[in-house]
């Protein structure tokens, strides 16, 4: 993918701002390296703040009904960013008629779904007719440019840490993403490798898309990219960002970040009103989260903490979770959205000591 895409940009979110199917808004609204974003088009929510939309804090980008509008009231961005993941990758027709009226205008779509704009005829003669740019981020590399595993990933001598969570889309990525920075921040060389579209467009450095690799390159892939990260930052501390979890039927996914990537180290995290995977019964219950440490155990690497996603949580329910789960477990417990993640600075920094 080329580092070098970089400017102003609307997201385009077609009336899921509120819902776990815009994660890609979400992460970008939080914070993005390569993207200035400067408006989220979302006709259900338009009039508003999109931050205080997403989790009541002002961020100071608006929300239009259509790109018409937005057009009128600010300057045209470089990018319209398609702002949802939905189940199959499948672009959702109304978000289709949108993305048609944004190359109309000249502006390049960032598409971070499986269902590749490249691919459709009508959006690529849009495209050439305007001189719009279609970026199809999940597009798989070719064969020449893939990696396999090598062991080398065992000559890395900092501290290698997965953030893994109980189910899909509860803020791993977040999760990683603000102990970055909080690491950042206390003077550590750290460094986030992605494994989803969205760890990208927020200007990660290091990464690739996990579910858009051949699998035979997939940890070869992952440690590519470690690899590259401690050889060029010479890092304190490497994060990487998991993709839906351990025993998720529709995509069982961590054993290779701990096996493959030597993540030896873990942090996990829960949502405690979350009851079933992906909220369907049919997918089964999720495990419990003394269940979930024993079996990365198994695996090798050791739970260094665990963070709440306190999405359906009262103020007070969440302090009563962190609280009993800190009894339960005998590790810290975080509220990353609530509190930030700085009380595990010191752990970090212990693991780091030990290297």
């Known amino acids: 993918m080329d580092a070098d895409i970089s400017g102003t940009a609307f997201i385009l979110s077609g009336g899921l701002l509120q819902e776990s199917d815009a994660k890609t808004t979400h992460g970008l609204l939080r914070g993005s390296e390569r993207f200035k974003i400067t408006a989220v088009i979302d006709p259900k929510h338009a009039g508003r703040d999109a931050g205080e939309v997403l989790d009541g804090r002002h961020r100071s980008i608006p929300v239009m009904a259509t790109i018409a509008e937005a057009l009128v009231k600010l300057p045209k961005p470089d990018f319209c960013i398609i702002g949802v993941a939905t189940v199959g990758g499948v672009l959702p027709p109304a978000l289709a008629d949108t993305v048609q009226l944004a190359l109309k205008e000249g502006i390049s779509i960032v598409n971070g779904l499986h269902d590749y704009l490249n691919e459709r005829p009508e959006m690529a003669a849009l495209a050439a007719a305007s001189g719009a740019i279609l970026i199809d981020v999940r597009k798989p590399k070719k064969r020449a440019n893939l990696h396999f595993w090598t062991a080398e990933i065992f000559q890395v001598p900092c501290p290698i840490i997965a953030v893994l969570g109980m189910d899909c889309a509860m803020g791993k990525r977040t999760t990683a993403r603000l102990i970055r920075d909080a690491c950042r ?15 990208w467009m927020q200007g990660n450095r290091y990464g690739f898309i996990f579910d858009s690799t051949l699998n035979d390159f997939v940890t070869g892939e992952l440690e590519y990219a470690i690899l590259s990260a401690y050889k060029n930052e010479k890092t304190d501390l490497i994060l990487l960002e998991g993709q839906s979890s351990l025993r998720n039927p529709s ?105």
């Open 185 to 199: 921040k206390a003077g550590l060389t750290t460094e986030m490798i992605y494994t989803g579209q969205t760890g």
């Open 251 to 355: 995509g069982p996914c961590g054993p290779e970040f701990m096996v493959s990537g030597n993540a030896r180290h873990v942090v996990l995290i829960h949502e405690p009103k979350r009851e079933y995977f992906d909220y369907d019964q049919n997918w089964g219950r999720i495990p419990t989260v003394e269940s979930e440490i024993e079996l990365i155990n198994k695996y090798g690497s050791t739970v260094i903490a665990l963070a709440i996603n306190t999405t359906g949580c009262s103020e007070e329910e969440a302090r009563k979770f962190q609280a009993e789960y800190a009894r339960r477990s005998g590790i810290p417990v975080i509220l990353p959205l609530q509190d930030g993640v700085e009380s595990l600075l010191p752990v970090l920094q212990a693991l780091i000591q030990k290297h």
